[in-house]
């Protein structure tokens, strides 16, 4: 339940089209919804205006099903991340228009009007190898379902600098880019010292040795010379396109 | 240098107030402007919007102060960060207007128009604790310097929860929060569960033991569960009060 | 073999209704049972006034069944942890009313009168997130067979903290809470900032990247800033289910 | 300001001798007070039962003595820690009654009556080394400010075993053990593996090398095989304390 | 080759029992042999008194096989550490006297006459638990292929002290003992403060969470307060045997 | 495309044999080729002096197999590492001349004639073990591909000293020495004690327990107190080989 | 009090030369001697063979001479390490005929007969570099205490390998070496190839960047191929001087 | 001695103008000379083609300029690094014309004639940072002690990536390049992307929080994705400056 719903909903009730039990049904679990094993927090659309996104990993087919059920039918849309096939399975019986995405592990249903879904531009997705792909395309997806229109730019990586130099253009007129990289992580404080607006970097774990499971990376994003980045988990795509929508949101917001 | 002191330049060639001779001098060192141990990069105001910041610690007194006037010269403002007394005292026998914070060792000098300083509104910067008000100050100072207009909610950590939900409306209406906490370095997770807007999570070095000078609040922060946050290097509010502005300002650019 | 075992033996030798040599038997293994691979602690019940737990990991399930086995034969009730399903098996064979809890591989006999079983009031578990309830179960059955009430609230992370701030009459009222966290771990930090009573802080392995499987969630248990808490090892529900239980011993005892 | 002293201010309004004007002065700070850099938790007293203590560390004398002076005025005590000797002058400038503890940078000032002093029972604070005894001293004043009576056995640690088996009369009959060493940090664990009442573990920086800093002992502790203990924060005497007071406070509620 | 070995031919060659050329044929790879991608360490024997023995790990099953043989061909005895069961096999092919201990992972053949298998007296080894079996095992079996006799304490760890204490005599007798523990790895360090002999510590990968595979008990056992102990590797039970080995010679040799 | 290739295509436009349309075809994917998940660096040969190779680990068998594809065809060679046998079997049918090394996961093709493929004598490559071999002849088999004769010498581990020191012709007539170990890695420094050449260390992952998975060999290697060392990264066989390869290109190109 | 003063005072009661009472005023602190922040060990003698000995650091002044006095009264030798000058001041005015060694920080008292000081043969210290010297020194000054004749090696670390090999001699004939090394700490492995003695490896925190303070060395020495090492804290001399002569006082005991 | 040097003193024996015995004092401390804290290594000058070079640090001045002073007497030459000005002082009354830099805490002396001092061409230097300067100043003193032609390009780090680009040409006619860089580290990675030379990278401890000392540079330059580049220790110029003068010297001997 976002704002709009749930201002429809009490429009509706003082026009009396709704009775005041029906509306109490709905409304009774707004603060959250206690399914024992988890409390699903469907005051979240209303606080942060995006519904709850539902992490899979170490939750039961069952249990990610049921949550994505429950999500989906209060919000007209609802999204899971680190899905495997078999929480995509199961989430499908239940919701069948949910599409799965296997190389990211993401899992999408958007049941509202086309026009709903309309996005804010200008989220540019770079990644530094084609290895990195599959935590990119989280970020896209995560921003996409959070409303944004997504450009991207992969294996742009700094070992061959003309390949990212020759992107100028997409990247001076970003309104946030997400540069994903493993190994070494270098891309994200080359795009800051290039462009005017904000980077998001995500450390991946791409790599062997002293890369240590992108530590390397996010070491090297958090101490980046250039200004204008901050850094989210390594291989946290969700969390990177989810705060991308956040900045494009406000700025068209103000517009 | 940055792009309408470009173009006025480029006028009055053209309008003959100004002789080609005269514009290649200060079109000369448009690029970086080399002093033999550091090339300032004199480009950074046209490609990112704002001058480059004069990083102090390790540089001797009179080479920031150097870098500092030489920048000045160019772009009517400035500033150094981790600035020691002798490194103020420096500059400001270059630069006698420059205003030197000591707590939190930044220097800044604006020579604009008041009209040109007004700035994007809508900056929060909250600390958990006391000890964290010298980054939260480093935060808040560039963010002013890079235009916005930031408020300031210090000592409302987690350990009584009462004194950051008292301050829900403030949090609410914000366009970018920087939170700056220390110790478990909760705080930033804990406004991302409540807020609709961007966090940017500031770890400091404040704590003992097993804080390890900031890292298990980085560590904290980094896997925060509530989405929305990106994080900064350990004590760097400067990094966190830049990226808020270019966050702040493209919301205002699209208004 | 605990205090009134002993004494009711030493009894009946006096009163002739057993024989010298028969209590020697029993008395003979109390410091401990020699099993070659294994040193059964007898004596544990009586110094801690609760049987050793079997530790079942790295040990094969005939030694684990041996040793369950042993310990029920003598204290008339015995508890297995980190049960795969099987050593599950193999103490089922020997101890068929052993229970077993696959989510939390905990295996568990009691065979007192239910009178005995009666215990403690007080005892709360709480889970940040629905894939913590595994140790969260560890810590409750361990509690439960250590003589306590519990009561258990699940998935009252931080990220909605309206789920837990509902909950503050059943944690104001709490002799002692077990408050377990993976990913950033935020929730005994939080709960210790209200409740009166103490925390016992249970780090989790939920989490990916920087979550360092549970080291992040630790570093934040142990830098929290409301005092009141102590931390045990990572996904350790066992050792804050037993500790819950000393205190909550303590104080009925004084009762 | 705690329980009774509310009610006893809420009764003098209802029976007159106090105006509702007067006791809104008073209650106006109940939740905090906000002195700009800091937000100090007077609802602590209602919510724990014990006032917030001042961690002196990297606050300016005039700070942590501005906000001692304000909490040892509406609470009739107030404690410090942390404190170096200059923060110790400017807090006994204003609260002249407090008591300086060097070794263990501890303040302390209770102003109630004697007989409010007196405190529970059982409190045993035990130290492996001699260097360890400035954080078991915090530990113990900590207990000792939070209403318990506090037996202390220093330097009993595990190389001489015999002089921690010559008090196990001592151990045996505590209600909680607070249990500090440094170097391999091994006391806790062989005190937790003889006596029945919950373990504190408190790691010291004291070591060197591989020691860490205490990291070395904190691991020690974390990882030992006898159950019934839990760890806090390096040199975190205070936390210990507190804690132990809160374990120690409970027994006694019910008794 | 040994040094008795190496004689004899000597003397052998001096007598004309054996040709010059039969002589050069046995001594050409007295330094190494080089397999290609091996080079046999043959002069170790004469070096240190022991052959080189096989470490299979990442070596094939012919390789390991291989240079097992060339060893027991010169040497009259040759031994393998961490072999799986395909090692053992491909060793037993070709040296089918061979012996494999599937728990340790060693396999041992000693062709000498019972004589010469004679042992130096007085090594202990001595577990903390039943799980750290497997690499006691291995110390034990190292020091009796290396001429020791060996006595086995197993599970004797210090949650249980009385255990250990019970031992007593046979820990004051020994001439080196080998202490083995995982977890928190306590053991080596109360053994050191009640013998006068040297202690080896052999930390194991046994445990979870923060003991980190071993790390936390290596620490434990480098920071120990009792003098008298040395570490070796994780998990490495042939490190310390050999070592035990050495220690017990040389008192021999001395006698 | 190197420099002779392009120089060629040149001069062929301007005799007229190629027309520029035709050589526009050739000369369009100059800078890179876009696959879409990936950006080929054709322009690298003419940068470095040496094709791109393919990293296969993480891309699919059929990006992989593309990619290699694309660089056979215009560089008349390619090479691609981490290889696993599928990656091997789907280059194979694009380029059935393709030679794949499963032991290294190398996998080779040169099409040029012979005369080009003659290499720069003097890189030696030593081992300090059996298992470090892999990367070894990954470290060979790149320096051979990019032009070198190699040397390799396996097993010259420390603990036999003189296995290394019989080989100190070899050693001290080399160009450049790569020097791989596992273990304790000392092989490097010892060498670089011997040698007028340049030493680059591969620290490799074997070993176990506090070896960390190579750190520890890596620590050794950048601490060594022999000058005339660099290191690469753990396991990286490749880039030892191509740095190899880049110094004795350089010493060949001077001559 | 060790064991023949032991024997002596116990015939002299028998003899009636000494009354029971006298007798017991010197038994009365066998076991430990509380001092309040300290109780010293004085029952080690007769366990370990070897006094208390007092790590200086992190006590007072007072504190170290206090208890070094003691030891000296009772034990007529004492020794103190990690002794700043003003621990060796204090100690010197309370036991004038003390030794202090500044480099090491060791100071010694020996009061016993020349004959009784007479030590076991055979250990030897060699040391890396010339930095190594003050931790080697201590190893040497605390073998040399505990009855051992010492021979010292200084900077012979595999920089310069010629300078160890030259050394062959004295190496060989060892019973024990204490083998000293900062940096990448590679000496005790290339000892232990050597020689047929057990080898006491000993990092130092020589050294700067990954050195790590002495983790480098440490971990080398620990994952060194050739067996025969163990390994003590880093900069414990003391341990090392220690272990070592336990392992020469067993060897000559049994001769 | 070098090898001309060494060359021309067997000439004169044989000649008649030096006698045998003038010649064996010369000799004879040709391995290594004992001064009993340190044994110098005059022969690596015929091993490695360079003196010793003195590590001042944790020496003192006095061992320093003894050391500094006897090498200078045979090689004609000599170099300390680290030296603070104590040690530079000591060592200048010693050999007077030694010069010492401040900045790098270098101090050389070169007595050869001019022309033995002429250098290899293509060595260049480069800087992230003017943070860098000091170690990077070290690296050019190294080479250029060790007879290279060394350039300098300061400040050119990738924030402002432009200020590297433009120096293209110098960096592609370099036979090595040394890239210094804190912080981040990005600087050598990106220039082995651009260059067909070897690229020695090294890390130094600029910068703060997740910097780590210069740990985060160092893994991003072990990880770097560019092949071309070897690591050195953090801040240690002098490796960096040694090992390019053996490729640059390589390269010349060949032409």
Known sequence: MNESSLRALLDAVRDGTVTAEQAFVQLHDLPYQNLGYARIDHHRSLRKGLPEV?????????????????????????????????????????????????????IVFDGREPSAQSGHPGVVVASGGTADIPVAEEAALTAGFSGCQVTTLYDVGVAGLHRLLDQAEVLSTASVIIAVAGMEGALPGVIAGLVPCPVIAVPTSIGYGTGLGGVAALMNMLNACAPGIAVVNIDNGFGAGYLAALIARKAEQLA
Not at 69 to 97: F, N
């Open 54 to 106: 539902v992490f899979c990993e170490r939750k039961t087919p069952e249990q990610a099903a049921n949550i994505f059920e429950q999500i989906a039918a209060r919000e007209e849309r609802a999204m899971g991340t680190r899905a495997a096939p078999a929480h995509a399975q199961a989430i499908c019986e239940r919701v069948p228009q949910a599409q799965y995405h296997p190389l990211s592990r993401v």
